[in-house]
């Protein structure tokens, strides 16, 4: 999943995520394939960003690494070491962190699939 | 206690004025209380503020009230989600319009909170998810009031957080000797919010102490931690606070499959950066 910028969007990128007008109605569902048309009538509707299956475009270097994401993760529990109940919460959610990187990472292959 | 009380009435005084509300907010927490007034009536009200409207109906329409994309008008909305979520929702909508500018990260803390309470709540099956939701939207109107009233105390706080690297709400007892829960409440008072909203807002930081309301009270306490624990938004301090045991065990939360849950919300919680991207907004 890739949030985009209209500009750099091409025909044949696929929406991860429904576009809405500024009332949050539906403009464009998920996993619509943007044609030529289509993202005309987007620019036209003033519509500046979408989230796209993948990773289809190059954005630089401005994401944190995974790692990164995993320590920041830990130092955001460091106040509340060594309690029972929040180390469940940090496992959990260190958890979620790994499962959703890596099905974005197989997003990117083009699997989808869990590894 | 007493203190606290005298301590609110000091700032009372120092506040003189309450952030201004829009008057079609103020007309409408006067009609809401009226028995006969109809979802029509309403949405009629608010729909003649229309960048109002446009906020009510995008949050209404976000993946937190369970039926993301579909809700056409405001009262349409009213019949779905009844007059307390709207009130709740208008509220924010117009309060957070200065905090959409100046304090983007306490919004987005404040949609993930209302994402998550809305998935926590639906995960337990208690009974009105939508107005947990909302009144975890509305859980740090305190903090607003901090930062838009008492903007030299605001200043203090962040710098003694800084500093000191303690929670924003330590910081406040420090500088205010009141926190922005007991501002939250004050405040929900004087905009007559009903309880169902109030309750959850004052007692965010102690579940254990409510008396009214406790499943609100501690979903909403534990959404806050998760919401920080997902690294979303800026509550004021980048730290996950102590959840209360009691609190967690007295809705059950053992009960459910917590990694299977935490996946979900820090799913959902990519909608919140989604929020700032829609056309215009």
Sequence with gaps: MQKVPIELVKPGMVLARPITNEAGMALCAEGTELSETIIERLIRMNVSHMTLKGHPVDLGGETKTKEQKAEELKTRFSRVQGDPLMQKVLSAAQNALIELEAEREGDNIGEGGHP | ?281
């Design chain 2, 1 to 281: 206690m007493s203190t606290k009380v005298q301590q609110l009435k000091v700032l009372a005084r120092k506040i003189q004025s309450l952030p201004t509300l829009p008057k079609v907010v103020e007309k409408l927490m006067t009609m809401v209380e009226s028995p006969d007034v109809s979802p029509k009536d309403i949405g009629k009200l608010i729909s003649s503020d229309q960048v109002l409207g446009a906020r009510v109906l995008k949050l209404v329409n976000s993946s937190f009230y369970g039926f993301p994309g579909r809700i056409s008008s405001i009262s349409h909305a009213i019949i779905l989600l009844g007059f307390n979520v709207i009130k709740g929702v208008v509220l924010s909508a117009s309060v957070f319009d200065l905090m959409e500018r100046s304090m983007v990260g306490l919004w987005e803390h404040s949609l993930g909170s209302a994402i998550a309470s809305g998935t926590i709540s639906r995960a337990l099956g208690l009974n009105e998810p939508e107005e947990i939701s909302t009144a975890a939207l509305l859980h740090d109107i305190g903090k607003v009031l901090v930062r838009v009233s008492l903007s030299a105390d605001y200043d203090k706080i962040v710098d003694v957080v800084n500093a000191k690297q303690i929670s924003f709400r330590e910081a406040e007892l420090e500088i205010l000797e009141v926190d922005h829960a007991e501002i939250g409440l004050w405040l929900s008072r004087e905009w007559n919010l009903p309880e169902k909203l109030s309750v959850p807002i004052a007692g965010h930081h102690d579940p254990d102490g409510a008396v009214k309301f406790k499943d609100r009270v501690a979903v909403v306490h534990i959404a806050d931690a998760f919401v920080r624990a997902c690294g979303v938004g800026n509550g004021g301090d980048p730290w996950v606070g102590q959840i209360s045991r009691k609190a967690w065990d007295s809705i059950g939360m053992d009960g459910i499959d917590l990694p299977k849950l935490m996946r979900k919300i820090m799913e959902d919680l990519e909608e919140v950066e989604m929020f700032q991207q829609a056309p215009t907004g």
